[in-house]
């Protein structure tokens, strides 16, 4: 039996991974790992304009990763699964045991960072 499932799983698990695609949400992600966090430390932390990191912040809000509350006039983003990190670390160890394979790939280009605006 395929560890997937049928088609249709296999592709909210495409989905899931494209959602960790982006270098800017990946830091974001490592950010709020290490626990609540408001839209302007994530600012500082990304080193982008608030209008990106944002978009970044909504996008992994709307696939399940992270959540906000709203204390006052400021948006607070925390981490909604704790399994995410075992996940984060363990793409990491696994990006690092295939770094020169990965490095090498050309199929599969990696994303450019995005200028600050």
Do not use: W
């Not at 499932?5 to 982006?22: C, I, M, N």
């Not at 608030?50 to 006039?73: D, I, M, N, P, T």
Request: glycine content about 8%; aromatic content about 6%; charged content about 20%.
């Amino acid at each position: 039996m395929p560890l997937l499932g049928g088609g249709e799983q296999a592709g909210v698990v495409a989905k899931f991974f494209r959602a960790l695609g982006d270098p800017t949400r990946l830091r974001l992600l490592e950010l709020l790992l290490a626990g609540e966090h408001t839209v302007s430390e994530c600012v500082t932390h990304a080193g982008l304009s608030q209008g990106r990191v944002s978009v970044h912040l909504a996008y992994l809000a709307e696939c399940g990763y992270v959540a906000a509350r709203r204390k006052g006039r400021f948006s607070h983003y925390r981490v909604v699964d704790p399994r995410v990190a075992d996940l984060v670390v363990l793409a990491r160890s696994l990006a690092a045991d295939n770094c020169t394979a990965l490095n090498a790939c050309e199929r599969i280009a990696p994303l450019p960072e995005k200028p600050r605006t």
